[in-house]
C-alpha cells in the first residue's frame, strides 16, 4: 500500500521558530528555545518548577506581558491548552484562574452555575436546532435570571439557552490539548508540568506546539518535556 507521509508544516513560514521546534519535538529532539542573533523570535519556554510560582508567571503574561509587548487580547487571541483536564494545571483549574484575571465577578455581571457574562465558552456537543457544534467557541453577552436564560455570542450567530441546556457549554479560556485538534489560535499558551505524567507524549507536544500560528510559549518543567520527548504511541 502507498503511503505518504506529511512532513512540511504551513501554518507559519519556515523561519518560524514555532515550525522550527516542532519539527525537533516531532523527530524526539529536544529544542533549545534560543532565536538566532537578529531574528525575531515567536516561540519561548518559561521554567519553572513550583506550582505557585507557574500559575503567577501565567497571569502576569496573560494580563501584562504578552498584550503589552505582542497586542494581543487575552479573550480574542489567546488560547491555553493543557495536557489534562485535572491538576493544579488542568483545564478545570486554569479556567478558575483565568475566569477570576480576566472576568472577576462584579455588581455589573451575572452569574449562574460558574458562568458569567462576558465568559469564554465552548459548545461541547452537537446540537442541530441551535446550529452550534462541538468545538465551537463564543461569548457570553447575557444573563437573565429571571427567565433563566443565557445568550452566546457564536461569531455571527446568537444563540438562547434554557437553564437546563447549560450542561452543554463549558467555560473555554483552557482547553485540552485534544479537543484544539483541528484548530489554531493567534497565540498558544501551554503550562506542562511531571504531574502531567501520564498525559505527556511526543503526539500530543507536536499537537499543541502547532496550533500557535503566532506566538507559542511553553511554560513549567523541561523535564516534563523531556518525558513526554520519549513517549511515543
Known sequence: IAVVALT????QAQTSLIIQHAHSIRE???PTFIAPENSPCDCYFIEKSNSDELTQVLKKLITERIPRKFSFSAEKDM????????GDHGTAAMNKHMQEWLNPKSLNNNEILGFREGDKVMQTR???DKEVFNGD???IVSIDNIHKQIQVQFDENRVLYNYDEIDELQLAYAISIHKSQGSEFP???IP????????LERNLIYTAMTRGRK???LVGQKKALRIALQKTT
Open 8 to 11: 512540511e508544516i504551513f501554518r
Open 28 to 30: 524526539g529532539k529536544m
Open 79 to 86: 488560547q491555553i491548552l493543557c495536557p489534562m483536564h485535572k
Open 126 to 128: 452537537n446540537n442541530y
Open 137 to 139: 467557541s463564543g461569548t
Open 187 to 189: 497565540c498558544v499558551i
Open 192 to 199: 506542562i508540568t511531571t504531574s502531567q505524567y501520564m498525559m
Open 215 to 217: 506566538l507559542l510559549i
